[in-house]
Structure formats: structure tokens, C-alpha cells
């Protein structure tokens, strides 16, 4: 019997290895030693589940690419604003013909057929059963439960690619890569309540001195000196990302311009794209906080600014990344996508496997590439990730680890500080870019040994910039509420930014397009108010401290609209 069992796995590894027949053996491409945090193994996968996968060809030339992004970011540099074409992106980004013929030549010799979900053909999709998949990859995929959510994932921990293939083929998603459990929860920390003495809308203040309990539009322009005046040109979009079943409501947007932006016209509204099935039916029990927050904070802010919903549905296409590939793709596709895109989700940054972290940073550099720039909420705790969580080393967030957009942090009161719950750290995946390298040593030398150990001293820090995070008003079903999270700072600094554009435009310039080696260079810091008091509690200590310049719990400081119009030279 024990000569039979030996027999049958010696021919199992002959199938897996003339499964890649003409490619060469198998060796190991991506693993991970276990499941993130809170997950566990229930056993093997159904055999004949169907697996929806994805493959990333390797780029052409994504350091050519970088290199023109930071040419065209350059404050004051000869090719600032000089921003490049749909195709010429597309040049840098698409798989030379021997990669995709390799690797379809591979997917074929397994009876495979792919399509392609990139602009620039670097995405590849198909499905196959688990067994074939297991067949394909030499993987175990199996059924992982999260089990504060119950949801379950069909994973495995390590996969393998034929040797042929390296070089050609990125990786292959979903494998490692986990879903984030809390995807379905908006990056809001506190429930829509309103204190007593802010309910009289009408005879509200709208001085800063009433702002330290409640925000609102009015606080936010006295704060950061947004000017009122309505924007002039139809070209500036402003792009607001929308997932997980949020909807934006057109009515509670009439009623929060109505009560609070009384100069704007309250038919003002924004515009709707949908990808992936997405929609945004307007019941007013279907309004999303998440999604009214961010409609509210940007056409109720950058008053006059063209503004975009961007509703992402559940047929993702990107497999188990929540459509958060999907929307960069679709947008890339356009031959002019939003001059800026705020987005308030993200995720803890070891739930997903570095190739494919580095995959979907380098789509954000390509938007920066042609003009468009890209911000993110950075999470709500504090150094314990996107959501307060017991850990005992410090956890980055992604996106914001990405050194290719803008990560924005959180303060409070009208005497700003640091919202405890601002998510800010260190990469353990990217490397601190060059544009924050004297930032962020110079923190670091001040830090000196607290927190020795539980971060990644030489990542990329983030935020990169912060504003008002808590108390922020909002309209949701026709009820004000109060609510707190970074996703309220990530549309605040987006309008910012937009009617920076505007002024831009209308001077004959292009838009700001990638923000961050503007935001750490010494002309942008009259328009930066430093924030030098808080921390971002997590883990069991204090976390980080603010201290004078940079620091990872609110960047560079709050925006000041006049200041950073004067940096731009207008």
C-alpha cells in the first residue's frame, strides 16, 4: 500500500510539472508564512470552485515612467506641467510582445483562455476551477475564515510560475493577497450624533471659535482661507471614488448646501460614472455616510469645481481588490480623467502581497503622469492601521505607503493638533522616496530610540499632508450628524487642491498633477501650517509624536489656499 501512495505522488508531480510542459520546472514566484492576523485555515478549497484570477505582465519600463513623473512634478523644473498622453503612458506601461506571447503561449498550453483589463494590456483575466488552478501554480488553495466577520476567502499562502515565465509575469492575484474584512465599513469613526447646542442651523456661528465642536464649511474656509468665489472652468474635474454599496445622495446634498453653503445654488450638484455594475439609486434610506461625506466636503467646498461620483459596483474585475485596480483602469482609459481623485478607503498594507501593492502604485503613477492628482484617506488607527486593532508592531496602511500619491492624515479643534486617530508611520514594502528623504530623517533624528523596533525606519513615511478630521457635519437622510475619519480630510485637501487648479487653468497653466515634491519643498511651506501637537496612539504605546516639520501622524501640516496659490506663482 505504501509502494501505491509513493507511486501516486510521484505522478501527481509529473502532472504539475507537464502541466507547464516546454516552460521549464516550477519554482516558488510569491508566499507568506501564514494568513494576516484574525484569519484562519478551515481546510482545502471545493475542487471544482471556480477561481476568477489575474495576471500582471511585467512593464516596460516603469523606471522611465518614474523618472518622467518626477520631471513633470518638479517644482520650478523645466518640465513642470509638461504632462504626457493617454498612448505615451501607455508606451512606458505595456508588456514587451515576447512577455504577452509567453505567457499566453502558457495559459493556452493549459487550455486556457485570458482576456485583457488594462488599457495598456499589462492585465490579464480567466478563470479555472481550483484544482486547476492548484494544477497551474503548484498552490493549495484553501478556504480562509476571517473570524471576527465570518467572511470567508478562497487563498493560498505561496504559488509557483514556471521558469520561463520569470521576468514575463508579475504575479498572479488572487493567491496570496487578502481581502480587506472590513471593505463594506467607510473609514468614519464616530456615529452621526449632533450636540444640543449645534441643532438651530439658521443661527449657528460660523466664526472659528464654534468650530471646535462642530465643522463645517464656513470652519474649514476661515481654517485654511478657501476662497468662496466660484470656480470658472468646465475642464477642472474633481473625481470622488465610491465602493462598497455607498451612494451619494442628490437631496441630503440640496439640504447641506441649503442650511450650510446658503451662497451656492442649492441645485448644485455633481455628475455620476459607474464601472463595475456600480450605481447610485437615490432612496433616501440607501444614502451612504461615507459617500455623503465626500459629495458634501467637495461640492460644498470647492464651490463651482465640476465634481464626479465615481460608483464602483461588485463586478470587479480586478478579483479580490474591491474594485480599487478596476477604478484606475477605468479612469486611464479616459482620454481626461479628473485633474483630481480623492478616495477615503484603504487597507492595512499586510493584507496584500507586495508585487501587487507595487502593481497598483505604479497605476497611481501613471494617473500622476497625465495631470491627475491622486489622494487617500490614510486610515483611522493611528499607528495600528486603517481601523484601531491590538497589534504589538506598528501597522502601515495602503495605499498610503505608495510614494507615487498623496496620503492625508487628520487634526481637530480650531487650535489644530493631531487627531489621535490619524493612521501615519512607515512603509514596510516602499522605501522613503527621495522627495521626503531629508523630511523625514530629520524626524527621525529627533525621534531618536522611541518606538525602536516596531517600524520601518527606512519606508516611506506617511501622511503627506492633513486637515480637519472630527466633528465634521454632515447631511444623511435628511438628519445632521457629526461624524470623524480621515475620509473627511482626504475630500477637504482634494477641494483644496481643485480650486488651486482652477486658478491654474484660467491663467493658462496646467493642473498641480503629482502633489508631493510641491508639499515637501521649501516654497510650499508658506502655504503649510505646521502642526507640532498630538499623536497617534496604537499598539499599546502613544505612537507617534507631532513635532516641528514632518512627521508621520499629520505630514507637513494643514493646507493655506492663499499661501499655496502664491507658491504656484499666481
Not at 504626457?84 to 495559459?107: A, G, N, Q
Not at 484553501?142 to 521558469?163: C, D, M, N, W
Not at 455628475?271 to 459629495?295: I, Y
Not at 478596476?326 to 502581497?353: A, C, K, R, V, W
Amino acid at each position: 500500500m505504501r509502494l501505491n501512495l509513493e507511486s501516486l505522488a510521484f505522478l501527481s508531480f509529473v502532472a504539475v510539472v507537464s502541466a507547464s510542459s516546454g516552460f521549464g520546472n516550477l519554482v516558488v514566484h510569491e508566499q507568506r508564512e501564514d494568513a494576516p492576523d484574525g484569519f484562519v485555515n478551515t481546510g482545502a478549497a471545493p475542487a471544482d470552485q471556480v477561481l476568477n484570477m489575474r495576471l500582471a505582465l511585467v512593464n516596460n519600463n516603469m523606471d522611465g515612467l518614474e523618472q518622467v513623473l518626477y520631471d513633470v512634478s518638479a517644482h520650478g523644473g523645466p518640465l513642470r506641467g509638461q504632462y504626457i498622453t493617454k498612448e505615451e503612458v501607455e508606451e512606458f506601461v505595456k508588456p514587451t510582445s515576447e512577455s504577452s506571447s509567453i505567457v499566453k503561449e502558457f495559459l493556452a498550453s493549459n487550455g486556457v483562455t485570458s482576456k485583457t483589463i488594462s488599457p495598456a494590456g499589462d492585465w490579464l483575466a480567466f478563470s479555472v476551477s481550483v484544482s486547476k488552478a492548484n494544477e497551474m501554480f503548484d498552490a493549495d488553495f484553501s478556504v480562509f475564515q476571517h473570524v471576527e466577520t465570518g467572511k470567508q476567502y478562497v487563498r493560498t499562502l505561496a504559488y509557483s510560475i514556471p521558469a520561463r515565465l520569470q521576468g514575463h509575469l508579475n504575479l498572479v492575484h488572487p493567491t496570496i493577497t487578502f481581502d480587506n474584512p472590513f471593505a463594506n465599513l467607510p473609514v468614519v469613526s464616530l456615529p452621526l450624533t449632533i450636540p444640543p447646542v449645534a441643532t438651530n442651523l439658521t443661527m449657528r456661528q460660523t466664526a472659528p471659535s464654534s468650530c471646535n465642536s462642530v465643522v463645517t464649511p464656513a470652519c474649514l474656509q476661515a481654517l485654511y482661507g478657501i476662497p468662496t468665489t466660484l470656480a470658472t472652468q468646465s475642464s477642472n474635474v474633481l473625481g470622488v471614488s465610491g465602493f462598497a454599496d455607498q451612494f451619494a445622495n442628490k437631496a441630503d446634498l440640496t439640504t447641506f448646501l441649503r442650511t450650510l453653503r446658503p451662497d451656492l445654488p442649492s441645485n448644485t450638484t455633481f455628475t455620476l460614472q459607474t464601472l463595475d455594475g456600480g450605481s447610485n439609486p437615490q432612496n433616501p434610506s440607501e444614502a451612504g455616510v461615507e459617500a455623503n461625506l465626500d459629495v458634501q466636503y467637495t461640492v460644498g467646498l470647492a464651490s463651482g469645481v465640476p465634481t464626479t461620483f465615481i460608483s464602483v459596483g461588485e463586478d470587479n474585475q480586478d478579483g479580490a481588490l474591491d474594485g480599487f485596480l478596476d477604478i484606475i483602469n477605468f479612469l486611464l482609459g479616459e482620454s481626461n480623467p479628473p485633474h483630481t481623485l480623492t478616495t477615503s478607503y484603504g487597507q492595512n498594507e499586510n493584507t496584500i502581497s507586495r508585487a501587487l501593492a507595487t502593481q497598483l502604485c505604479n497605476a497611481f503613477m501613471q494617473l500622476g503622469a497625465r495631470g491627475t492628482s491622486v489622494l487617500f484617506a490614510s486610515g483611522d488607527g493611528g499607528v495600528a492601521g486603517s481601523q484601531s486593532a491590538s497589534c504589538s508592531t506598528f501597522v502601515p496602511t495602503f495605499p498610503s505607503g505608495c510614494p507615487f500619491m498623496t496620503s492625508v492624515g487628520a487634526t481637530t479643534g480650531v487650535t489644530e493638533t493631531a487627531a489621535a486617530f490619524s493612521a501615519g508611520g512607515f512603509s514596510n514594502y516602499f522605501t522613503t522616496p527621495s522627495y521626503q528623504m531629508a523630511a523625514v530623517n530629520s524626524y527621525l533624528t529627533t525621534l531618536g530610540t522611541t518606538n525602536s523596533g516596531r517600524f520601518n525606519r527606512s519606508g516611506r513615511g506617511y501622511p503627506d499632508v492633513s486637515a480637519q478630521g472630527e466633528n465634521i457635519e454632515i447631511v444623511v437622510d435628511g438628519e445632521t450628524g457629526l461624524i470623524a475619519g480621515t475620509s473627511a480630510s482626504s475630500p477637504i485637501v482634494a477641494s483644496i487642491v481643485a480650486l488651486l487648479n482652477d486658478r491654474l487653468i484660467a491663467a493658462g497653466r496646467t493642473s498641480l498633477g503629482f502633489l508631493n515634491i510641491c508639499l515637501y519643498s521649501d516654497e510650499a511651506q508658506a502655504g503649510i501650517k505646521d502642526i507640532t501637537t498630538g499623536s497617534n496612539p496604537g499598539c499599546g504605546t502613544n505612537g507617534f509624536p507631532a513635532l516641528p516639520g514632518w512627521d508621520p501622524v499629520t505630514g507637513v501640516g494643514t493646507p493655506f489656499f492663499p499661501g499655496l496659490l502664491a507658491a504656484t506663482g499666481l
